[in-house]
């Protein structure tokens, strides 16, 4: 024991130390979550041109810029299409001069360069448009929506969303990166097989390392919530127990994977490419930035099971309010993080090798 704690602590000062290590470790999380969270938190508005006659321009226009979804400017045919050719506006409404039928077609132009500005603009006016339909024309519609949350959640915004996706995303590449390409360069440079001529014991050496990258991932953790707590001014629970939980959990699978990966490679320019290849999907698949929901139904009932998304699901539920540690989908999100940890646990312990 008091092996293992020399042997900790040797490996803590070391991490320290390495300052440059440290500065990226918390910094790619933190740039992560202040540009996204800007992104996501802007309110997005269509830039609308208005063409429409003298007569009707009036009423066209007030309506519109009576809705916080438009930023209108009135303008004449060929201006409007013009600057839509030219990307500076998103679409162009033109209004047709009123020539007596009981139904008037408005001609909306957009550039399709840009296939989400598009689809924005050309959904908003739709349904803008439907809605001023009917208010005018005095009809009561024949369906209305009543929407209701599930359960009180107590996060809203887009920085809510995307913190606890950071943390799982920051637990995998830490411990990844970490375990797999720091044994591999230890193996690469004989270090382990002189541990091996040493009293200290191979458990007690794997031991130590484990428990120096587990306190350094929640070290990093605490620091990025209360930088998006204080700094950024996230509004989500943290509960103690269910996410230490989730994050040792999660820890303990990835540095298992990452002990595969050491096992398997034989050099550090093999590693990295390994630990791509295993990351990458996971990053942009397992809704860390966005919900899975919006993939194609075959690929989000694959990705589901990645141990990525079992992370990022439990600890939203948690920091969101929508779960506690009790709740059925909670407990299924820890089940699969336990069934990940004894296969990648067993695949680890016959694939490890000291040299």
Known sequence: MNAVVTLTRSLMRQTLRNRQGLFWTLFFPVVLMVVFSFLGNSQSRVNLAVVAPSGRATAVVK??????????????????????????????LIVPSAHGHPT????????????????????????FVSQADIALSGRPPLFRVAAKALSHSHSSTYLD??????????????????????????????????FQATPVKPVQLLSATVINYIVVGLASAAIVV???????????????????????????????????????????E????????????????????????????ILSDIVQYFPLTYMADALRGLMSGQLTVAA????????????????????????????
């Open 104 to 127: 008037t077609t408005l001609t909306l132009r957009y550039n399709d360069a840009n296939t989400l500005s598009a689809q924005q603009a050309v959904g908003s006016v739709e349904a």
């Open 328 to 355: 059925g989908a909670f407990r299924t999100d820890i089940l699969g993080l336990l069934i990940w940890l004894v296969v990648t646990g067993t695949l680890a312990s016959r694939t490890w090798r000291w040299e």
């Open 270 to 297: 093999a590693t990295i490419p390994i630990i791509n290849l295993i990351s990458f999907p996971m990053m942009f698949l397992s809704g860390v930035f966005f919900p899975s929901t919006s993939f194609p139904r």
């Open 161 to 194: 969303f995307l913190l606890p996706g950071i943390l799982a995303l920051m637990t995998m590449q830490n411990s990844l990166f970490g375990i797999g390409s720091g044994l591999t360069r230890w193996k690469e440079k004989g270090v382990l097989r002189r």
């Open 226 to 268: 209360g930088f998006a707590t204080t700094i950024l001014h996230a509004s989500v629970l943290v509960p103690l127990g269910g996410t230490l939980l989730v994050l040792l959990l999660g820890m303990a699978v990835f540095l298992s994977i990452g002990f595969i990966v050491a096992g398997l490679s034989k050099s550090q």
């Open 63 to 92: 309506a519109f810029k009576q809705s916080p979804l438009f930023h209108v400017t009135e303008m004449n045919r060929s201006s409007a299409l013009q600057e839509v050719q030219r990307g500076h506006l998103d679409a162009a």
